[in-house]
Nanobody, 113 residues
């Protein structure tokens, strides 16, 4: 299983980015999500979405980030609005295949003026 995240980049505070994660296998029955990591810190959960569409967000992302999925395209999205400098990190997508997590390589998001 391979995952390819894209859509990262440099954005000013208050701006928006949309991350995409393409998966090489079907995600229809599986939970998928996004984590992020700052160098020297632990990876933290950003958002997850189950096969039924139930979502879960870290408190600091609620109201600003939206996770969604397109099962037909085996793709997961993360819409990020009102970005803050503290959102700067490498963002990783993952898919949970029956208890085993597969990860993509990550995409860098930098929020700076």
């Amino acid at each position: 299983v391979q995952l390819q995240a894209s859509g990262g980049g440099l954005v000013q505070p208050g701006g928006s980015l949309r991350l995409s994660c393409g998966v090489s296998a079907s995600i229809r029955l599986n939970r998928v999500g996004w984590y992020r990591q700052v160098t020297g810190k632990q990876r933290e959960m950003v958002a997850t979405i189950t096969s039924s569409g139930s979502t879960n967000y870290a408190d600091s992302m609620k109201g600003r980030f939206t996770i969604s999925r397109d099962n037909a395209k085996n793709t997961v999205y993360l819409q990020m609005n009102s970005l803050k400098p503290e959102d700067t990190a490498v963002y990783f997508c993952y898919v949970d295949y029956y208890g085993m997590n597969y990860w993509g390589k990550g995409t860098q998001v930098t929020v700076s003026s």
